[in-house]
């Protein structure tokens, strides 16, 4: 049975995650068929589904109504399909910095990605179609639940293949690419360690390295792990 928009729908009880339990979220995309389809999904994983949404202007009034712990919105939303969605990502996080977003998308838009990451964790760029896969889009929520920034595979390979000359990330040795490509996917630094098969030590070593050929100074927070994805997305 359909759920109008804006109305709570609650959670099963079976199958639950640590996170799910805790986690509050709020669907937003105007094509109703996939939303129910997310709100599905996420029902039957344990995840906290508090609203939907159809528009971004409805989406907004939501969030500061219920303040959920993450929110997916489409990127095009009504009226024109253009950046309504992005501009609510943006609305959300200057007025709710602690909410997650994951924003999804049908294309490959770079620019967005690039400006979602700039605005800090936690926060999430996928493709639609990654959705389809509850394990992946459980683990990107989980992964945003936690703090940090994940983006879809398919674009980190896209900017992979279309390096440039000019492109600061030139000084980088192919080992320190695929570092900074799973560090775009939102890797922590045992994830990546287990995908290249090298010790956490050793990952530790192509990071500072990573930082220094980018000239990105130490600080006391992992913020400089985010500029370093954005510098790999910008430079393409």
């Excluded at 709570?8 to 640590?18: C, M, Q, V, Y």
């Excluded at 910095?97 to 400006?115: N, W």
């Excluded at 389809?132 to 936690?146: M, Y």
Aim: glycine letters at 8%.
């Amino acid at each position: 049975m359909d759920v109008p928009e804006g109305t709570h729908r609650p959670s099963l009880e079976s199958d639950e995650t640590p996170w799910a339990k805790k986690a509050r979220v709020i669907v937003a995309d105007d094509d109703v068929l996939f939303r129910e389809g997310v709100v599905g999904l996420l029902d039957r994983s344990g995840w906290d589904v508090v609203g939907q949404a159809g528009d971004a202007d409805l989406l907004v009034a939501l969030v500061r109504e219920l303040v959920p712990d993450l929110v997916i919105i489409d990127i095009r939303m009504p009226p024109t399909h253009s950046v309504e969605g992005l501009e609510a990502a943006r609305e959300i996080r200057a007025a709710f910095p602690q909410v997650g977003i994951l924003v999804l998308s049908a294309y490959v838009e770079v620019e967005h990605a690039i400006e979602l990451l700039a605005s800090g964790r936690p926060v999430g760029y996928l493709l639609k179609n990654r959705v389809t896969d509850i394990t992946e889009l459980t683990d990107a929520l989980e992964r945003i639940c936690k703090g940090g920034a994940v983006v879809d595979p398919v674009l980190v390979r896209e900017l992979v293949v279309a390096q440039r000359r000019a492109d600061p990330l030139g000084e980088l040795s192919l080992r320190e690419r695929e570092v900074l490509g799973l560090m775009a996917e939102g890797r922590s630094n045992a994830g990546i360690a287990k995908q290249l098969w090298v010790t956490e030590g050793t990952v530790e070593k192509h990071i500072q390295h990573i930082m220094t050929k980018l000239e990105l100074p130490e600080t006391s927070d992992d913020h400089r792990r985010v500029l370093a994805v954005v510098a790999f997305l910008e430079n393409r």
